[in-house]
C-alpha cells in the first residue's frame, strides 16, 4: 500500500463517521409540501459549516425556495484531474413513524447497524464522502488536481438538484464521479435508463346502460396495455438478459378513468390514461422506444377508428455505461482490492441516479458504490452497517488517491 493512502487510512475515526451520520440522520429532509418544515435545507445548511469547517471552499446554492445544493471544492498540491463526488440530502417519506422498531429520524444503534430514514440512501454515504476527505485533508492532502463534493437535493424526485448543478457549471472540467449509493460496496459501472410517460385515450361519455351511445376509453387502453406487453416481451427476447441490469421493461403503474372528476359505476367516462415506468438498458435508443409506442397507438387506430390516443413522456434519464478499463473504474477497483484483500464485485444500479444526467450531459465517466444493502431504502426499518460504512469511508479515500495521482 501506497505511503500516502495508508496515512489517510489511518486518520478516519469510526466512531466520527458513525457520529457525524447519525446528526445527519436526527435532521429530517424529506421533501413536503409544507416548505416550513425546511425540506433539506437544515441538513444541506448543517452539512456546509462542516464543510467549511475542514477548510473547504463551499457554495450553497438555492435550486428552490429552502431547497439548496451544497458544492465544496478541495485542491490538491499540484494541477491535475478532478474528481466528484456526489451524494444528494433528500430522504424518501418515513411512511407510518409507528411501524418502524426504533423512531425514523432518531439514529439508533443496535447490533452495529444505524438505522433510521435515509441511513443508506444515501446519509450514511455523505458521512462516508465527507469523512474520506477529512482524513485525506488531515493526512496532508498528498494529491494533484481537485475533489469536488456535489451534495444536490432532490435525487429522489425529478432531479433537480443535479440538473441545477450541471446548469451552473459545477461539472464542466470534471474527470470521474464517484457516485455514492446504496450497493452494498459493488462497484456498479452501468445503471437503468428510465422513461415516464402518461398516455391518455379519448372516449365519449355514456350512460353505463348505453355503452353504444358513447366510446369507451377503458377498453380501448386495455388494447393498448396489452399491446406493450407485447412489445416489452419482443425487447427481451432482442436484447436477452443483461450481466448486471437484467432485462428492459415497460410496466404501467398507474391506470385512471376518468381522469378527472368522479368515477361513477354506471358512467362511461370520457378519456383513461395510463402512466408507464419504462426502464432501458444498453442497446435501447429512447427516440425509437418513443417511435415504436406511438406506432403501436396508429396501429390501434387503423384497426379501430374511434381509437385516439397521444403520449407526453414526463422524464427521460438515459441508461449509462462506463467501460472496465476507464481510470476511475481502475481506481476503484484497485481501492478496493487493497482495503478489503478481496476482488472486487462489478454490477449495475437497477435504477437511474444523478450520475444519470453527469454521464449524459457532460459525458462524465460515473461508477456508483456505496455502504448499504440495495434492497433495504425507502423500507421501514432502514439501516447501513457499522463495519461496511467504514469500508465505504477507506475505498472513498484509496480511491480518490489513486485517481488523483
Known amino acids: 500500500m ?12 469510526q466512531r466520527e463517521v458513525v457520529d457525524f451520520t447519525c446528526e445527519l ?9 409544507d416548505i416550513e418544515q425546511g425540506n433539506e435545507e437544515n441538513v444541506a445548511l448543517f452539512i456546509a459549516e462542516k464543510l467549511k469547517a475542514m477548510g473547504l471552499a463551499v457554495n450553497i446554492d438555492y435550486v428552490a425556495a429552502r431547497r439548496p445544493n451544497i458544492i465544496a471544492v478541495y485542491e490538491g498540491k499540484q494541477p491535475g484531474k478532478c474528481l466528484l463526488f456526489e451524494g444528494h440530502t433528500d430522504v424518501v417519506t418515513e411512511g407510518a413513524a409507528e411501524d418502524w422498531t426504533y423512531p425514523p429520524f432518531a439514529a439508533r444503534i443496535a447490533d452495529d447497524r444505524i438505522y433510521g430514514r435515509g441511513a443508506c440512501d444515501t446519509k450514511g454515504n455523505v458521512a462516508a464522502m465527507i469523512m474520506a476527505v477529512k482524513a485525506i485533508i488531515e493526512a496532508g492532502g498528498e494529491f494533484n488536481g481537485k475533489i469536488v463534493l456535489c451534495i444536490p437535493v432532490d435525487e429522489e424526485g425529478m432531479m433537480i438538484g443535479i ?3 450541471i446548469k451552473q457549471g459545477w461539472a464542466d472540467g470534471v474527470d470521474g464521479a464517484i457516485i455514492c449509493e446504496p450497493e452494498e460496496n459493488n462497484l456498479c459501472i452501468t445503471q437503468k435508463g428510465a422513461m415516464r410517460a402518461i398516455i391518455k385515450v379519448e372516449g365519449k361519455m355514456s350512460h353505463g346502460c348505453m355503452p353504444l351511445a358513447g366510446i369507451n376509453p377503458i377498453t380501448r387502453l386495455a388494447r393498448l396495455i396489452t399491446a406493450l406487453d407485447e412489445y416489452e416481451k419482443r425487447e427481451k427476447t432482442r436484447l436477452g438478459c443483461h450481466r448486471f441490469l ?6 404501467p403503474t398507474i391506470v ?3 381522469v378527472q372528476g368522479e368515477p361513477q359505476i354506471n358512467v362511461m367516462p370520457k378519456e383513461a390514461m395510463v402512466a408507464l415506468d419504462i426502464r432501458t438498458v444498453p442497446g435501447q435508443d429512447h427516440e425509437i422506444i418513443k417511435r415504436e409506442i406511438n406506432a403501436i397507438m396508429g396501429a390501434l387506430h387503423e384497426y379501430d377508428g374511434n381509437f385516439k390516443a397521444g403520449m407526453e413522456v414526463i422524464e427521460e434519464r438515459p441508461w449509462t455505461e462506463t467501460a472496465q478499463d476507464d481510470p476511475l473504474v481502475v481506481a476503484l477497483a484497485e481501492a478496493y482490492r487493497e482495503v478489503t484483500g478481496k476482488e472486487v464485485i462489478y454490477n449495475g444500479v437497477p435504477g437511474a441516479t444523478d450520475g444519470t444526467f453527469l454521464n449524459a450531459w457532460k459525458n462524465i465517466p460515473v461508477a456508483t458504490i456505496g455502504a448499504g444493502n440495495r434492497l433495504i431504502p425507502h423500507q421501514k426499518d432502514e439501516y447501513v452497517d457499522i463495519p461496511e460504512l467504514l469500508e465505504t469511508t477507506k475505498l472513498y479515500v484509496a480511491a480518490a488517491l489513486r485517481y488523483l495521482k
Open 246 to 251: 437484467g432485462y428492459p421493461s415497460i410496466t
Open 163 to 165: 440538473k441545477h448543478f
Open 25 to 33: 440522520l436526527r435532521i429530517p429532509s424529506v421533501v413536503r409540501a
Open 256 to 258: 385512471q378513468a376518468p
Open 2 to 13: 501506497e505511503t500516502k493512502i495508508a496515512k489517510a487510512l489511518s486518520r478516519i475515526n
